[in-house]
């Protein structure tokens, strides 16, 4: 099993572009979800989704969109890139309660 | 709104040492609690999941305990080693959320 899967692992965007951060699972896990982590602010949920076809506002979710396309897939999407949006982020899956996280995309906006 | 507090937020200690690292949580409706740690540069990889049910939970040099009506646990790492250097987070989880502490930055001189 791989686990939580992410890419790109790094990428650097100019302000005002798009791209789209992809996480794949492959644990059958119902819940998903997209965290960003910054210094001092530790780790903030962006956006979840609970099952396949259902997705939410985490604590920070604007200037993102999600897709949860299959069970196993959950990107997460700038539209257009701010340098406050220059971050880690990561993506995780759930079971019974226990989080399992990704390698993380280390993400620069200039 | 839940809050998670992690004291102290770094710690440096002499190789073979005993020590706790705290967590204390705001709302006590929590499903579970879970103990991560971070390397640098890395995710986050679980080291133990207390379900709210439970006190505690080991795992080989590591317990954890759980006081939910105090909003309390503790990380209890016996006779440390220069590699369990790490940031240490410990999060609650409640309606699929998990709510983050900033971490405890472990230091384990040789």
């Known amino acids: 099993n791989a686990g939580v899967t992410q890419t790109p692992k790094f990428q650097v965007l100019k302000t005002g572009q798009s791209m789209t951060l992809q996480c794949a699972q492959d644990?059958?896990?119902?819940?998903m979800y997209w965290y960003r982590q910054d210094p001092g602010m530790g780790l903030r949920l962006i956006y979840y989704?609970?099952?396949?076809?259902?997705?939410d506002k985490g604590e920070v979710p604007n200037g993102y969109n999600v897709s949860r396309l299959n069970k196993r897939e959950f990107s997460l999407r700038l539209e257009s890139a701010a340098p406050s949006q220059t971050s880690v982020y990561f993506c995780a899956s759930n079971r019974g309660g226990e989080q399992y996280f990704g390698p993380g995309t280390r993400l620069t906006v200039t | 709104k839940q809050e998670v507090t992690q004291i102290p937020a770094a710690l440096s200690v002499p190789e073979g040492e005993n020590l706790v690292l705290n967590c204390s949580f705001t709302?006590?409706?929590?499903?579970?609690l879970q103990w991560f740690r971070q390397d640098p540069g890395k995710g986050l990889t679980s080291l133990l999941l207390?379900?709210?049910?439970?006190r505690e939970q080991t795992s080989g040099r590591l317990n954890a305990s759980l006081d939910k009506s105090s909003g309390r646990s503790t990380l209890y790492i016996a006779a440390s080693q220069p590699g369990d250097s790490a940031t240490y987070l410990c999060?609650?989880?409640?309606?699929?959320?998990?709510?983050f502490g900033k971490g405890t930055l472990l230091t384990v001189n040789p």
């Open positions: 709302d006590s409706a929590i499903y579970n």
């Open positions: 207390i379900q709210s049910s439970q």
């Open positions: 644990m059958n896990h119902n819940s």
């Open positions: 999060a609650v989880s409640s309606n699929y959320k998990l709510t």
């Open positions: 989704s609970a099952s396949e076809g259902t997705t």
